[in-house]
């Protein structure tokens, strides 16, 4: 068994494996990078079809988890809004909010919501949310917005609410 000092001093960059990157540009240009004498490389590029790029790599797999955030509430993605044999694992009377991946906008959307209706944080609506669909992901500018209406809506007893989560999450 060798040290980990031996193991150190036997490393040698030759024995590793070369590594290429598949990269696609904001423009939908197709480009494989590879590293040689510690500079990127662009191995190949392939412009985009006819139809032009769409500027993202696309996921084409369904997503049809759906959050179940109460009882009534649902999250999920525009694929479970749309296929029927998900749809009907639910009982009537429910809502299903879903944008177009179920990860920011609906997100951000039911979290507004429980703050304002349950009368609970930011902190506590996320984790509520996020313990019932854990891809959700709102953006930055919906985040702050989040806050701020805690902000507004509290006021001077937001740090008191925040010390009673925090003791309450621990």
């Known amino acids: 068994?060798?040290?980990?000092?031996?193991?150190?001093?036997?490393?040698?960059?030759?024995?590793?494996?070369?590594?290429?990157?598949?990269?696609?540009?904001?423009?939908?240009?197709?480009?494989?990078?590879?590293?040689?004498?510690?500079?990127?490389?662009?191995?190949?590029?392939?412009?985009?079809?006819?139809?032009?790029?769409?500027?993202?790599?696309?996921?084409?797999?369904?997503?049809?988890?759906?959050?179940?955030?109460?009882?009534?509430?649902?999250?999920?993605?525009?694929?479970?809004?749309?296929?029927?044999?998900?749809?009907?694992?639910?009982?009537?009377?429910?809502?299903?909010?879903?944008?177009?991946?179920g990860v920011s906008r609906a997100a951000a959307i039911i979290i507004g919501f429980l703050m304002s209706t349950e009368e609970i944080t930011f902190t506590s609506a996320f984790s509520l949310v996020k313990n019932a669909r854990p891809a959700i992901c709102p953006n930055s500018g919906f985040m702050e917005q989040l806050q701020a209406y805690q902000q507004k809506k509290y006021g001077n007893k937001y740090n008191k609410i925040r010390e009673i989560d925090e003791a309450n999450s621990l």
């Open 1 to 101: 068994m060798h040290s980990l000092n031996q193991e150190i001093r036997a490393f040698s960059r030759t024995n590793l494996r070369k590594q290429c990157t598949r990269v696609t540009t904001l423009t939908g240009k197709k480009i494989i990078e590879t590293w040689k004498d510690a500079r990127i490389h662009v191995v190949e590029e392939v412009e985009p079809g006819s139809g032009g790029g769409c500027g993202y790599v696309q996921d084409l797999s369904l997503d049809l988890q759906v959050g179940v955030i109460k009882p009534w509430l649902l999250l999920g993605s525009q694929d479970a809004a749309h296929d029927l044999d998900t749809l009907k694992k639910h009982k009537d009377g429910v809502v299903l909010v879903h944008c177009n991946a």
